[in-house]
């Protein structure tokens, strides 16, 4: 996706996009329906993943890298429902990023595979890296292999092919991705190529949206990570085997990238960011507050059940999509108690809202805070440093247990 919103960014600097135009204004032969009407979609929604989509996986995958559709025609047959007003909240979208993909085509007037190649990778000399599915032999070679795990054994797998190529299909080596992260800690420049203007790398790497002042932002395509008192922009990618970090700190001009080939790399990525902010830049030791217990009736306006907002809410995928949810219950100590997938956390409240994990850990994803609606209730929480999606408080009928009993039933 940061190649994709680079390409944008050289763009815009150019002139040729406004980020705050509708988009429609720069597609060629198709639309985004009007649903509010007077709130078009624009580059800065779609950078910031706040166009206000539903998550779909229809069609965004394929089996045959010789028989993939078009990123236009994908965008063309797959727009998803736009289920909030734009600007209202961020919600992941793979869909934004390829939809980003057709512009930069139609306002350049070539295929976004040439675009990239001639704009990013060529002036930087990114030479083992591609957008395509289907690699030129001597990137096929050297290409590492997906391992899944399964009866005590990793057993090699082979990934799932992705029609949506701008929203997650590079493949690159680690050398080549410094010269791009160089290039953006450079504010644009990487040896004798510029990429984009001082003033533009500004831009594309400052806050510009956030679902609570409280958390990490959205930056135009990195996202805002805090950790021992430091800033930094990142971002992360993820298929069946491969999972990826990219994380960059401006102030301090250091960085990395990581990439694990297995399902243990989403834990490798988080392990690694906190080991290396606490080993490079150690933060101040903090103290917890006992929980109270007198406060237990009071936190029990956080309690219930939430699910993440990225998922499918107006098409047939939402009859497949319910998840198991993220309970939230309070115990007689004062704590609340989250249970998720990995079993239950314990969280003392910190400041209003706000709670971090009882055990003292400092987890990559950071504290819980909650969002309090126009009410007073506490409609969804966030993790201070996950700005790209929220847990928004659900009914029972939504639930994937609900769901399992169902077609038990039936």
Known sequence: ????????????????????????????????????????????????????????????????????????????????ARVDPPGKVSRYSNYGTTLAAVVVEDVAGMPFEQY???????????NDTSIREKLPPEL?????QGYSFANSENKPTDDFILVAGPAGSITATAPDMAKFMIAHLQNGSYG????????????????????DPRIT????????????????????????????QLF????????????GNSAGGRGVRNALFTSFMDHYYPGESRVLPVPDPSASARLQTFAGS?????HNYAGFEKYFSLTDPLNVAVSPDGSLIITGSSGPVAYTEVEPGIFSPTDGTRPADGDVVFHAAADGSYD???????????????????????????????
């Open 217 to 244: 932002g959205m930056c135009l395509g990195f996202y805002e990570q805090y950790y021992n008192g430091r800033r930094a922009i990142a971002h992360g990618g993820d298929t069946d085997t491969f999972h990826s």
């Open 192 to 211: 004798n190529a510029t990429i984009l203007a001082p003033k533009t790398a500004a831009l594309m790497h400052a806050r510009a949206f956030a679902n």
């Open 140 to 144: 096929a070679v050297k290409l590492a």
């Open 248 to 259: 960059l700190l401006p102030e301090e001009q250091a960085g990395f990238f990581v990439s």
């Open 380 to 410: 969804f929480f966030m993790y201070r440093n996950n700005p790209v999606m929220t847990y928004n408080r659900v009914p029972w009928y939504e639930m994937k247990s609900f769901g399992d009993s169902l077609t038990t039933v039936a």
């Open 306 to 310: 939430y699910r993440s907002n990225r």
């Open 1 to 80: 996706k940061l190649f994709t919103w680079t390409s944008v960014m050289q763009l815009a600097e150019e002139g040729k996009i406004d980020l705050d135009a509708d988009v429609n204004t720069y597609l060629r032969d198709m639309k985004i329906p009007d649903t509010y009407p007077g709130q078009p979609v624009t580059m800065r929604h779609l950078m910031t993943h706040t166009a206000g989509f539903e998550d779909s996986s229809r069609h965004m995958t394929g089996v045959d890298p010789d028989n993939l559709i078009s990123i236009r025609q994908y965008c063309k047959e797959n727009i998803p």
């Open 116 to 126: 990239l190649q001639s704009r990013i990778l060529t002036p930087l000399g990114m």
